[in-house]
């Protein structure tokens, strides 16, 4: 069984990282990071990579991840799911998940790991995984404490595969598995290298 954190539409890296293991155990007693794969997903548009952050309500003291609530003052699944429209609506395979993703930003738990758990069950779904999660009791020391686990170009957790707005750019390493699962539907699955 592998320990994770949490994560909000978590890159190609973690993904991979489910497909060498089906037995997943969630830390939600680590301490939360701040600007981490716990709150940051990141999305290819017709201007780059763009970062979309779950914004959360921060306490006087340290709190673990299962403590972590989300932030609802401001609008920011709309804006979220703007910026995933405008940059997946000519993705081939956009229709295909348009409604179920949309129903996913239509939920407002409390807690930062229930959303979270919420986006695993949908890539569980979109990707059949058939992912066995569990919930830590107690805190793991497993999680890898560097911010950018996870994150950044230099991760090479898939082969090149066509993205919307290649013909700009060069193919974008690592990024959520919205990018992947827009541009390649199911067939996303091929595209991860063997460990």
């Known amino acids: ?107 407002q738990p409390v807690y930062l790991h229930a959303f979270n758990a919420a986006i695993l069950n949908w890539i569980n779904q979109a990707l059949d995984l058939q992912l066995q999660l569990t919930y830590s009791q107690e805190y793991t020391g497993k999680t890898p404490a560097e911010k950018k686990a996870c994150l950044g170009r230099d991760l090479q957790p898939t082969l090149v595969y066509q993205q919307v707005f290649k013909g700009k750019a060069e193919f974008v390493q690592n990024l959520s598995v919205i990018d992947g699962l827009m541009n390649e539907g199911p067939m996303l699955m091929r595209h991860f290298m063997p460990s």
Not at 69 to 77: M, P
């Open 1 to 107: 069984m592998q320990v994770l954190p949490s994560a909000y539409f978590p890159s190609l890296a973690y993904v991979h990282a489910l497909l060498q293991d089906a037995h997943v155990e969630l830390d939600l007693k680590e301490h939360f990071v701040k600007q981490s794969m716990r709150t940051r997903a990141e999305i290819l548009s017709a201007n780059g990579v763009i970062a979309l952050n779950v914004p959360i309500l921060h306490a006087a003291h340290k709190q673990t991840v299962e403590q972590t609530q989300i932030d609802y003052s401001k609008n920011w699944q709309a804006e979220h799911w703007r910026a995933i429209e405008s940059a997946y609506a000519n993705a081939p395979h956009f229709e295909h998940y348009a409604h179920d993703l949309k129903l996913v930003f239509e939920q």
